[in-house]
T-cell receptor, first 114, second 114 residues
Framework: GENVEQHPSTLSVQEGDSAVIKCTYS??????FPWYKQELGKGPQLIID?????GEKKDQRIAVTLNKTAKHFSLHITETQPEDSAVYFC?????????????FGTGTRLKVLA | GAGVSQSPSNKVTEKGKDVELRCDPI?????LYWYRQSLGQGLEFLIY????????KSGLPSDRFSAERTGGSVSTLTIQRTQQEDSAVYLC????????????FGEGSWLTVV
Protein backbone atom coordinates (compact mmCIF):
# COMPACT_ATOMS: atom_id res chain seq x y z
CA GLY A 1 0.00 0.00 0.00
CA GLU A 2 0.88 3.67 -0.10
CA ASN A 3 3.47 5.04 2.31
CA VAL A 4 4.19 8.73 2.81
CA GLU A 5 7.35 10.03 4.46
CA GLN A 6 7.65 13.64 5.60
CA HIS A 7 10.71 15.68 6.56
CA PRO A 8 11.70 17.45 8.67
CA SER A 9 9.71 16.62 11.79
CA THR A 10 10.43 20.05 13.24
CA LEU A 11 11.47 23.27 11.55
CA SER A 12 12.30 26.64 13.04
CA VAL A 13 12.69 29.72 10.85
CA GLN A 14 13.03 33.41 11.46
CA GLU A 15 10.06 35.55 10.60
CA GLY A 16 10.29 36.61 6.97
CA ASP A 17 12.38 33.62 5.91
CA SER A 18 11.13 30.75 3.76
CA ALA A 19 10.17 27.28 4.96
CA VAL A 20 10.24 24.10 2.91
CA ILE A 21 8.69 20.77 3.89
CA LYS A 22 9.24 17.67 1.79
CA CYS A 23 7.27 14.47 1.32
CA THR A 24 7.86 11.30 -0.63
CA TYR A 25 5.28 8.70 -1.59
CA SER A 26 5.59 5.13 -2.75
CA UNK A 27 2.50 4.40 -4.87
CA UNK A 28 2.91 5.77 -8.39
CA UNK A 29 -0.87 5.51 -8.84
CA UNK A 30 -1.50 8.23 -6.27
CA UNK A 31 -2.96 11.22 -8.08
CA UNK A 32 -3.81 13.88 -5.54
CA PHE A 33 -1.61 15.50 -2.90
CA PRO A 34 -3.10 17.90 -0.35
CA TRP A 35 -1.38 19.78 2.45
CA TYR A 36 -3.07 20.42 5.76
CA LYS A 37 -2.31 22.87 8.56
CA GLN A 38 -3.23 21.93 12.10
CA GLU A 39 -3.22 24.51 14.85
CA LEU A 40 -3.16 23.50 18.50
CA GLY A 41 -6.45 21.93 19.56
CA LYS A 42 -7.96 22.16 16.09
CA GLY A 43 -8.64 19.76 13.27
CA PRO A 44 -6.44 19.85 10.16
CA GLN A 45 -7.40 22.40 7.53
CA LEU A 46 -6.59 22.19 3.84
CA ILE A 47 -4.21 24.94 2.74
CA ILE A 48 -3.21 23.88 -0.75
CA ASP A 49 -3.33 20.83 -2.99
CA UNK A 50 -1.94 19.58 -6.28
CA UNK A 51 -3.00 16.96 -8.78
CA UNK A 52 -0.69 14.58 -10.56
CA UNK A 53 -1.09 16.33 -13.92
CA UNK A 54 0.40 19.57 -12.58
CA GLY A 55 3.99 20.28 -11.56
CA GLU A 56 3.49 23.39 -9.45
CA LYS A 57 0.73 25.39 -7.83
CA LYS A 58 0.91 28.69 -5.98
CA ASP A 59 -1.47 30.54 -3.71
CA GLN A 60 -0.07 33.81 -2.37
CA ARG A 61 2.78 32.90 0.00
CA ILE A 62 2.23 29.17 -0.32
CA ALA A 63 3.33 26.93 -3.17
CA VAL A 64 3.49 23.21 -3.76
CA THR A 65 5.69 21.39 -6.27
CA LEU A 66 5.33 17.82 -7.48
CA ASN A 67 7.92 15.59 -9.10
CA LYS A 68 6.07 12.49 -10.31
CA THR A 69 9.19 10.77 -11.56
CA ALA A 70 10.90 11.01 -8.21
CA LYS A 71 7.60 10.62 -6.33
CA HIS A 72 8.08 13.57 -4.09
CA PHE A 73 6.27 16.83 -3.43
CA SER A 74 7.12 19.85 -1.35
CA LEU A 75 5.41 22.74 0.43
CA HIS A 76 7.04 26.14 0.22
CA ILE A 77 6.04 29.02 2.48
CA THR A 78 7.64 32.38 1.74
CA GLU A 79 7.81 35.46 3.97
CA THR A 80 6.84 33.41 6.99
CA GLN A 81 4.78 35.01 9.74
CA PRO A 82 4.22 33.97 13.37
CA GLU A 83 0.70 32.80 12.49
CA ASP A 84 2.22 30.22 10.15
CA SER A 85 3.40 28.35 13.25
CA ALA A 86 1.51 25.05 13.29
CA VAL A 87 1.85 21.39 12.37
CA TYR A 88 1.74 20.71 8.64
CA PHE A 89 0.73 17.37 7.14
CA CYS A 90 1.16 16.17 3.61
CA UNK A 91 -1.02 13.43 2.19
CA UNK A 92 -1.31 11.23 -0.86
CA UNK A 93 -4.46 9.72 -2.21
CA UNK A 94 -3.97 6.32 -3.82
CA UNK A 95 -6.69 4.90 -6.01
CA UNK A 96 -7.08 1.30 -4.95
CA UNK A 97 -10.12 -0.79 -5.65
CA UNK A 98 -12.36 2.24 -5.61
CA UNK A 99 -11.62 3.38 -2.09
CA UNK A 100 -10.10 6.74 -1.42
CA UNK A 101 -8.34 6.67 1.88
CA UNK A 102 -5.79 9.40 2.23
CA UNK A 103 -2.38 8.43 3.60
CA PHE A 104 -0.79 11.16 5.69
CA GLY A 105 2.78 11.96 6.53
CA THR A 106 3.86 12.16 10.15
CA GLY A 107 3.73 15.94 10.26
CA THR A 108 6.15 18.85 10.53
CA ARG A 109 6.01 21.23 13.47
CA LEU A 110 6.86 24.66 12.08
CA LYS A 111 7.91 27.42 14.45
CA VAL A 112 8.26 30.93 13.11
CA LEU A 113 10.43 32.99 15.43
CA ALA A 114 9.58 36.66 15.71
CA GLY B 1 -24.27 22.07 9.12
CA ALA B 2 -21.47 24.46 8.35
CA GLY B 3 -18.73 21.96 9.09
CA VAL B 4 -18.01 18.49 10.36
CA SER B 5 -19.28 18.21 13.89
CA GLN B 6 -17.84 15.76 16.42
CA SER B 7 -18.91 14.87 19.93
CA PRO B 8 -17.84 14.65 22.62
CA SER B 9 -14.94 17.06 22.21
CA ASN B 10 -13.26 15.54 25.26
CA LYS B 11 -13.80 12.20 26.93
CA VAL B 12 -12.05 10.66 29.91
CA THR B 13 -12.89 7.04 30.53
CA GLU B 14 -11.69 4.23 32.73
CA LYS B 15 -9.76 1.36 31.25
CA GLY B 16 -12.12 -1.43 30.24
CA LYS B 17 -15.11 0.81 29.57
CA ASP B 18 -16.74 1.21 26.17
CA VAL B 19 -16.88 4.59 24.45
CA GLU B 20 -18.84 5.98 21.52
CA LEU B 21 -17.67 8.89 19.43
CA ARG B 22 -20.04 10.65 17.10
CA CYS B 23 -19.49 12.41 13.79
CA ASP B 24 -21.99 14.50 11.87
CA PRO B 25 -20.57 15.21 8.40
CA ILE B 26 -21.18 18.22 6.22
CA UNK B 27 -24.66 18.07 4.75
CA UNK B 28 -24.66 16.38 1.36
CA UNK B 29 -21.29 14.72 1.80
CA UNK B 30 -21.45 11.02 0.96
CA UNK B 31 -17.92 10.05 1.96
CA LEU B 32 -16.90 9.88 5.62
CA TYR B 33 -13.53 9.03 7.16
CA TRP B 34 -12.24 8.31 10.63
CA TYR B 35 -8.60 8.93 11.51
CA ARG B 36 -6.69 8.58 14.77
CA GLN B 37 -3.97 10.96 15.88
CA SER B 38 -1.83 9.88 18.81
CA LEU B 39 0.08 12.57 20.73
CA GLY B 40 2.64 14.15 18.44
CA GLN B 41 1.98 11.63 15.72
CA GLY B 42 0.54 11.67 12.24
CA LEU B 43 -2.94 10.77 11.09
CA GLU B 44 -3.68 7.06 11.07
CA PHE B 45 -6.48 5.90 8.76
CA LEU B 46 -9.17 3.85 10.52
CA ILE B 47 -12.22 3.47 8.30
CA TYR B 48 -13.90 4.94 5.22
CA UNK B 49 -17.60 5.03 4.28
CA UNK B 50 -18.89 5.90 0.83
CA UNK B 51 -22.63 5.97 0.25
CA UNK B 52 -24.18 2.53 0.46
CA UNK B 53 -20.97 0.70 -0.40
CA UNK B 54 -19.31 -1.65 2.06
CA UNK B 55 -16.96 0.39 4.27
CA UNK B 56 -13.20 0.07 4.02
CA LYS B 57 -12.31 -1.13 7.51
CA SER B 58 -8.71 -1.96 6.73
CA GLY B 59 -7.32 0.58 9.22
CA LEU B 60 -9.17 -0.56 12.34
CA PRO B 61 -6.41 -1.64 14.77
CA SER B 62 -8.32 -4.43 16.50
CA ASP B 63 -11.74 -6.03 16.79
CA ARG B 64 -12.43 -3.75 19.76
CA PHE B 65 -12.95 -0.97 17.23
CA SER B 66 -16.08 -0.72 15.12
CA ALA B 67 -17.94 1.99 13.28
CA GLU B 68 -21.27 2.41 11.64
CA ARG B 69 -22.95 5.02 9.58
CA THR B 70 -26.70 5.23 9.79
CA GLY B 71 -28.80 6.62 6.98
CA GLY B 72 -25.73 7.66 5.05
CA SER B 73 -25.11 10.56 7.42
CA VAL B 74 -24.11 10.40 11.08
CA SER B 75 -21.37 7.96 12.03
CA THR B 76 -20.45 6.43 15.37
CA LEU B 77 -17.04 5.01 16.22
CA THR B 78 -17.20 2.55 19.10
CA ILE B 79 -14.24 1.36 21.12
CA GLN B 80 -14.94 -1.58 23.41
CA ARG B 81 -12.94 -2.46 26.51
CA THR B 82 -10.77 0.62 26.14
CA GLN B 83 -7.04 0.38 26.78
CA GLN B 84 -4.60 3.15 27.66
CA GLU B 85 -3.04 2.94 24.21
CA ASP B 86 -6.40 3.98 22.78
CA SER B 87 -5.81 7.47 24.17
CA ALA B 88 -5.66 9.78 21.14
CA VAL B 89 -7.57 12.33 19.15
CA TYR B 90 -10.14 10.73 16.89
CA LEU B 91 -10.73 12.85 13.81
CA CYS B 92 -13.67 12.56 11.48
CA UNK B 93 -13.66 13.98 7.95
CA UNK B 94 -16.09 14.09 5.08
CA UNK B 95 -16.05 14.85 1.39
CA UNK B 96 -18.66 15.43 -1.27
CA UNK B 97 -18.09 11.96 -2.65
CA UNK B 98 -15.46 9.32 -2.66
CA UNK B 99 -12.70 10.49 -4.94
CA UNK B 100 -13.69 14.09 -4.43
CA UNK B 101 -10.49 15.94 -3.76
CA UNK B 102 -11.05 17.92 -0.61
CA UNK B 103 -11.80 16.27 2.70
CA UNK B 104 -12.88 18.46 5.58
CA PHE B 105 -11.98 17.56 9.15
CA GLY B 106 -13.86 18.10 12.35
CA GLU B 107 -12.20 19.40 15.51
CA GLY B 108 -11.72 15.89 16.84
CA SER B 109 -12.69 13.95 19.94
CA TRP B 110 -9.91 13.84 22.53
CA LEU B 111 -10.06 10.47 24.29
CA THR B 112 -8.12 9.79 27.46
CA VAL B 113 -8.19 6.32 28.98
CA VAL B 114 -7.11 6.23 32.62
Amino acid sequence: GENVEQHPSTLSVQEGDSAVIKCTYSDSASNYFPWYKQELGKGPQLIIDIRSNVGEKKDQRIAVTLNKTAKHFSLHITETQPEDSAVYFCAARPVDSGTYKYIFGTGTRLKVLA
Amino acid sequence: GAGVSQSPSNKVTEKGKDVELRCDPISGHTALYWYRQSLGQGLEFLIYFQGNSAPDKSGLPSDRFSAERTGGSVSTLTIQRTQQEDSAVYLCASSFRGGSDTIYFGEGSWLTVV
